[in-house]
């Protein structure tokens, strides 16, 4: 799951009223699913417990698999990137009137690091100022402008990593996954989003 927002997960919830979806703590979940043949709930269910790291939550659903994964590979919802992320475009806002600013906002964004002016009670950018270059890691002020002048530069998205259903079928989706399982015996260091059906 990539740039988390409730919102986005509250809206995910109510398109899928009959589904479950479930996020906690990773060693919880992995105790309760079981670590091995002997303590695991159902069939095959210790096996996706080695990928319970990171960014993750379970789906539980009556849906196909078919259906989730067409589901989430076009579900996407743009959104403001934080501070951390990394720069997706350059962003450089012109010299000029800021009209879509009220004259109170000016301190805030002299203070963000904007060279702003008062002019006839308008806010104005006295030279260009360039907010972000692409590539760069975000800083909370980068942050804070790129949202006050609504550039989007996140996305919300769930990629669904491993399957399993309940005659203990069990397959791996993210191909990087079983790539990382080859080169390492394990599968630490991914954020994933667990599809269970």
Same mark, same amino acid.
């Given at each position: 799951? +990539? ?8 809206? %995910? *919830? ?6 479950? +979806? ?5 060693? @919880?979940?992995? %105790? ?7 303590? $695991? ?7 996706? =417990? ?17 259906? @989730? ?6 579900? $996407?919802?743009?959104?403001?990137? *934080?501070?951390g ?5 350059? /962003? =450089? ?9 009220q ?6 964004? *002299? ?11 308008? /806010? ?5 100022? @360039? ?9 909370? $002020? ?6 006050? +002048?609504?550039?989007?530069?996140? /996305? +919300?998205?769930?990629n @669904?990593? /491993? ?35």
């Amino acid at each position: 799951m +990539f740039n988390q927002r409730n919102l986005f997960l509250k809206e %995910l *919830r109510q398109e899928w009223t009959d589904s479950k +979806f479930l996020f906690g703590k990773n060693k @919880v979940i992995a %105790l309760a699913l079981g670590r091995d043949p002997e303590s $695991e709930y159902k069939d095959n269910l210790n096996k996706i =417990t080695p990928y319970l790291i990171g960014n993750i939550g379970l789906l539980f659903t009556n849906k196909t698999k078919e259906e @989730v994964l067409s589901y989430f590979e076009s579900h $996407e919802c743009p959104d403001y990137a *934080r501070s951390g992320n990394i720069a997706t475009e350059d /962003v =450089t806002i012109q010299a000029g009137p800021l009209a879509q600013f009220q004259h109170t906002m000016e301190p805030q964004l *002299r203070k963000l690091g904007m060279h702003t002016s008062l002019k006839k009670g308008i /806010v104005t950018l006295d030279s260009d100022f @360039v907010l972000c270059k692409k590539g760069d890691k975000l800083t909370p $002020e980068q942050a804070r402008l790129l949202k006050l +002048f609504e550039h989007m530069q996140a /996305v +919300f998205k769930i990629n @669904v990593k /491993v399957y399993w259903n309940k005659s203990g079928d069990y397959e791996i989706i993210d191909s990087t996954l079983e790539a990382e399982d080859n080169e390492n015996g394990d599968s630490q260091g991914y954020e994933s989003e667990q599809g269970l059906t």
